[in-house]
């Protein structure tokens, strides 16, 4: 099913400069990008944004980080885009992500950094495109 997903390059690869090199990882796996933006998070849109991890032991690490520089926010089409970029991310925890992944192959030496996020749902797909685009579809 042709579908849109979103990736979001973390404020982490964007200081890495591995923002091209990703973009090329979702081309090559056969996604069209149709949209970007990159612009810094405030808090109130990083918390809105992962509002399902509220309470969790990470979830303040992960604001703050999220709002600490530049992110690129990517609207990405194809087949099954939604689990064709969970797929070319890899696991949540770079430490578990396989090699050939984008979690895996752009990780930080340490910390909670994953480099990138790709939505898990075409429900979330909705709002976090509205969240990391301005509230505009």
Known sequence: MREQTLALI???????GVVEAIKQRYREGGLKIVRERTH???LFSVREFYQEHTGKFFFEGLVLSMASGPSVAIVLEGEDAISKVRALNGATDPAKAEPGTIRHDFRSAGGPFNTVHGS??????????????????
Do not use: H, L, T
Not at 10 to 16: H, L, S, T, W, Y
Not at 129 to 134: E, K, S, Y
């Open 120 to 137: 898990d749902s075409s429900e979330a797909v909705i709002r976090e495109i509205q969240i990391a685009f301005g509230g505009a579809m």
């Open 40 to 42: 810094v998070m405030d």
């Open 10 to 16: 973390k404020p982490d690869g964007v200081m890495k």
